[in-house]
């Protein structure tokens, strides 16, 4: 059983130069318009069908995320943004009520529900430490999250066909602070349904970060586990993409400091992912990691596979570009 060993994004930044030669990044940014313009206008049709497009389609992005992912954070990132900009729970939730009385046995719309309280329960409680929290704050987050657990249970007979299903509930059972042994059974259920998509094992990452209910150790237990467990398919390229969102999520450029991270075994997935999805996104953000590792060898390698122009989002500022290329230069 997964776990018995070892006990999910801000609006992207996008530079004009990068996005014209990132096929991934102007994939994210269409698809994250395209929710949040339908969700203006209210076009739940039009919401409903891409959502069934990519789940059933298991349409993937240029780096090999799979669309689905990106719909439905597109839709949180929406209603994030809709409450910090002043839409009020009332007014959010009866958009919700819409979508659901237009649709009332859809897993999308199930799931776009549990999202909502979701979004609503962190505005209440606000995103700082849980020292910042008023202590009023608490009890009303945690009752939102319970309204979305129980949205999400109620609606599994028909939402579970949907792999976002697990990945919300996943969510909620981390925010919880539900038990390993409950979090284990959710995620052993979600990865033998839907093994092939990648936002489940990044939600398990969620669940086992030192800032939730777990600490590098685990991460990497649960890391050598999960690529054990999908080679055949995966190769090694699972235990690159954990890592690249252990990267993102806890560790920054940290990670070969703070982490139990096997730098030969994630290099051998990033060219497993590479021989799938040879992305300038998946490039350049594998050329950045091997610079972190300061592994000459495969950072050259990986800049002259690089197009002319930089994707800035990867490489932050040009100093640090210049520096490994300069590493990478010949001696």
């Known amino acids: 059983m997964i776990f018995r060993n070892v006990v999910w994004v801000v609006l992207l930044w996008w530079g004009a130069a990068g996005l014209a030669h990132a096929d991934e990044l102007r994939v994210r ?6 929710v949040s313009q339908m ?3 209210r076009d739940y049709a039009a919401l409903e069908q891409m959502a069934a497009t990519f789940r059933d389609g298991d349409e993937t992005s240029p780096s090999g995320l799979q669309k689905l992912t990106l719909f439905y954070s597109g839709v949180s990132k929406k209603m994030e943004r809709s409450l910090r900009l002043g839409l009020t729970e009332p007014g959010l939730m009866q958009r919700v009520d819409d979508w659901q009385t237009a649709y009332p046995n859809s897993p999308t719309s199930a799931i776009v529900r549990a999202i909502a309280l979701r979004n609503v329960a962190w505005h209440i409680r606000g995103g700082g430490y ?3 929290v008023d202590a009023d704050a608490w009890a009303p987050f945690y009752a939102k999250l319970q309204e979305a657990e129980a949205v999400l249970v109620d609606a599994k007979n028909y939402a579970a066909i949907d792999a976002h299903w697990y990945i919300e509930r996943a969510y909620v059972l981390t925010h919880q602070g539900a038990a390993p042994d409950a979090f284990a059974d959710h995620m052993e259920e979600a990865l033998e349904s839907h093994p092939g998509y990648y936002q489940l094992y990044f939600a398990a990452i969620e669940y086992l970060a030192p800032k939730w209910h777990g600490n590098a150790r685990m991460i990497e237990d649960f890391a050598q586990e999960m690529t054990a467990r999908t080679r055949d398919v995966e190769g090694e390229s699972l235990y690159a993409r954990i890592y690249w969102y252990v990267a993102q999520t806890q560790y920054d450029d940290r990670l070969f400091q703070s982490s139990y991270v096997e730098w030969d075994q994630m290099r051998t997935g990033m060219m497993d992912v ?3 999805y040879p992305d ?8 950045y990691f091997a610079c972190l590792a300061e592994d000459r060898d495969m950072l050259g390698r990986l800049l002259s596979r690089m197009d002319d122009q930089p994707i800035m989002r990867v490489w932050r500022r040009p100093e640090l570009l210049a520096y490994c290329r300069d590493m990478a230069a010949p001696l």
Request: charge should be negative; charged fraction near 20%.
């Open 130 to 132: 849980a020292a910042s």
């Open 280 to 287: 300038q996104w998946n490039i350049q953000n594998f050329a």
């Open 39 to 41: 969700f203006n206008d």
């Open 274 to 276: 590479l021989a799938r």
């Open 29 to 34: 940014y269409e698809i994250d318009q395209r």
